[in-house]
């Protein structure tokens, strides 16, 4: 079915599939050029709801525009102006907008380049990091908004209630809004106050494209490269931080195996089966540069620093093997004493094991379990289960992959665990 509008095809589904597509991919920047327009972040977020649920009745009818984020933003536009008009605020805001969308009245004639470097969404990053917020609250604004994630994958991330972080959200708006917080790259001076939540934030975007915390897909790439993307950015913004330059590193070495995390068929491929001749050696050298860079100015590796050592040395090994173990094992060292954690903890047991073998590094899985930090989580029994099957105790190993299936929120992570159950 084939309407007059350049050969676009009206399929309702397909045209449902695409709207949630792009506002999947392009949400951060309509939100983002929304809030610099019109100066209000919640009515920003407010005006592309309204253009999404528009593009929901109307593209399945008319079809799917050639360049829908364009379409998405300019309708967002219009509701602006017609709300101003509404309330008869004919002001600046309203001329400016009616001249930009005079001047390009067909969004599919606008150019749509979605590599581009957008500082829109860097700075929409960086209100939502404002310091009239709780960190927490900062955190979970951004994965919302800048993300794209559900509360429900913002509160998994976090191990805490749906309802918390809804409230987290709804307060962080309203804190926003009663502050009058401008949409700007902060001035210099302001910088240590937000810098370490922006780099957490990109840092759990990335995350989350890497390994999504629920649904289907192993991996969401557009999210993960958004979030490579603005970590160079950030790190050309602020070139004298030292963890700006550790962080980009950190992703664009992970971001170098994306070609070789999923199987023809979908499925994921794990770090020990991946072809590494199909390992992005661009982007490895990118990280390279970025973390000798952040060695450049001298002030010791900080975590991101030193997570993306661990990374370099994964990225220049030709296979597991012949990967230098001993030499990770004492970077997660020096990690887990400048950023404790569990998850450091789990990572480093890994490391242990391959280095002195599965018995050391169980000792370390089991201290973490015991201590209850990551009840409710994959990853532990997923950890035991690998270590115990190295060490020939298949019933105990079964156990903890049957809970690790059961406590597996995305689907394709527990496919490859029930691939290791069934193993067994």
Partial sequence: MTDDSGGRVADPAAARRAVEAVWRIEAARIVATLTRYTGDFALAEDLAQEALAEALAAWPQTGVPRNPGAWLTTTAKRRAIDGWRRREKFDAHVALLARELD?????????????????????????????????????????????????????????????????????????????????????????????????QVLYLIFTEGHSPATGERGMRADLALEAVRLSRVLAELVPQEPEAHGLAALLEFTAARFPARTAPDGSAVLLADQDRTRWDRLLIARGRTALARSDALRRGRGPYALQAAIAEQHALAPSVEATDWPRIVLLYEALGRIAPSPVVELNRAVAVSMAEGPASGLRIVDAVAATGALRGSHVVPSARGELLARLGRTEEARAEFEAAVRLAGNDAERAVLAGKLAAL
């Fill in 103 to 199: 001047e390009a009245t067909d969004p599919d004639a606008l150019p749509w380049d979605p590599d581009s470097i957008d500082d829109d969404v860097l700075r929409l990053v960086f209100v939502s990091c404002h310091p009239v917020l709780s960190r927490e609250a900062s955190i979970a604004l951004t994965l919302r908004v800048v993300g794209g994630l559900t509360t429900p994958e913002i509160a998994r991330s976090f191990f805490v209630p749906v309802a918390t972080v809804q409230q987290r959200i709804v307060r962080a708006k309203a804190t926003l809004a009663a502050a009058h917080v401008p949409f700007e790259t902060p001035p210099r001076d302001e910088y240590p106050a937000r810098l370490a939540a922006v780099l």
